[in-house]
């Protein structure tokens, strides 16, 4: 079975950095580029970042509103991604997934796979 | 980076009816790099459409997309008590993936 699980959210004080991962399972995952997406209670998706593939320079691109506080980076001997977060603020407070965008012989087609989901709660 | 304007923000129907959803983007979506996703309350979101025209593994035919260029569409043709949910757009045709407002499908 194709899946992510995300793990490593909790409450943090504002400033503080958390690093989450997400342990991907069921496909080639050195093969895959793979997205943190996040939502604020009640509001709607944003896109965070993405990590390509070793093929691709595992080439990262991030939302100016994380950029240069948030780190995207891979472990494909353990099949697994992480999230860096630094600098945190209360607007960083979301649930944060993290995706498969799924590629095939220069294909694209789209997020595919989701985890469930871990909660960050930024708050003094 | 590119925006992209879902309309309508709330949409009230009833099973069995049609449903038309509009993504309008900002700029050109290049390679109609658009999907849809469905997200019912508590759950990540589910993949119903890539390359603003085909349909995701196992998702209905009842759902479609079309569009090209800056518009887009997602279609039901007959509304399942389960479809009522929220529908987001989103590109991927520049380097930054970004996610329309989302229109939320509710029961009339």
């Known amino acids: 079975e194709v899946q992510l699980v995300e793990s490593g959210g909790g409450l943090v004080q504002p400033g503080g950095s958390l690093k989450l991962s997400c342990a991907a399972s069921g496909f080639t995952f050195s093969g895959a580029a793979m997205h943190w997406v996040r939502q604020a209670s009640g509001k709607g998706l944003e896109w965070v970042g993405r990590?390509?593939?070793?093929?691709?320079?595992?080439?990262?691109t991030y939302a100016a509103s994380v950029k240069g506080r948030f780190i995207i980076s891979r472990d494909d001997s353990k099949n697994t991604a992480y999230l860096q977060m630094n600098s945190l603020k209360t607007e960083d407070t979301a649930v944060y997934y993290c995706s498969r965008f799924y590629i095939r012989f220069g294909e694209s087609y789209g997020m595919d796979v989701w985890g469930q989901g871990t909660t960050v709660t930024v708050s003094s | 980076e590119i925006v992209l304007t879902q309309s309508p923000g709330t949409l009230s129907l009833s099973p069995g009816e049609r449903a038309t959803l509009s993504c309008r983007a900002s700029?050109?979506?290049?390679?109609?790099?658009l999907a849809w996703f469905q997200q019912k309350p508590g759950q990540a979101p589910r993949l119903l459409i890539f390359?603003?025209?085909s349909r995701a593994t196992g998702i209905p035919d009842r759902f479609s997309g079309s569009g090209s260029g800056t518009d887009f569409t997602l279609t039901i043709s007959r509304l399942e008590p389960e479809d009522f949910a929220v529908y987001y757009c989103q590109q991927y045709g520049s380097s930054s993936y970004t996610f329309g407002q989302g229109t939320k499908l509710e029961i009339k």
């Open positions: 390359g603003a025209s």
């Open positions: 990590i390509r593939s070793k093929a691709n320079s595992y080439a990262t």
């Open positions: 700029q050109s979506v290049s390679n109609s790099d």
